[in-house]
């Protein structure tokens, strides 16, 4: 019986990827590794995964947290009391993501300070071709 999706390969860049590259971009802004992040230490209701999240707007944080239980990467219980109380939590292939992009996140922790210097002497090569242009 052959698979439903072709075997992966390493590169995105090949045109039969689309579907990596679909879900790559619906876990990898920085609002679903932020919501994913703070979860790390357990389940939250909304007012603290916003309050753990610096800059997410409720609207954002709503649309966040819908995408990221339709795809299974969180739960969402709802407790029948008054108010109601809804928390959130990671689910078994949330915590598979955790541990996919913890590398990534030690990785651009490592390297700040070397990509701010290579930034700041690439825009002042562009100043120097370009005199006049405005410095980002």
């Known amino acids: 019986m052959a698979a439903p999706y072709p075997e992966p390969t390493f590169s995105l860049a090949v045109g039969q990827n689309c579907r990596a590259r679909e879900i790559l971009d619906l876990v990898a ?7 994913v992040d703070t979860l790390e230490a357990g389940p939250q209701r909304f007012g603290e995964l916003k309050r753990g ?12 947290v819908r995408e990221l239980e339709r795809d299974g990467i969180i ?3 709802v407790y029948a009391v008054m108010p109601p109380n809804v928390v959130y939590g990671l689910t078994d292939l949330g915590k598979t993501l955790l541990a996919a992009t913890r590398p990534l996140v030690r990785w651009s922790l490592e390297n700040m300070a070397a990509i701010d210097d290579a930034r700041s002497e690439f825009d002042e090569r562009s100043r ?9």
């Open 128 to 136: 120097e071709i370009a005199p006049g242009r405005p410095a980002k």
């Open 29 to 35: 802004n920085k609002w679903s590794l932020g919501v």
């Open 75 to 77: 739960t969402r219980t």
């Open 53 to 64: 999240i610096a800059g997410i707007s409720q609207k954002m944080l709503t649309s966040t």
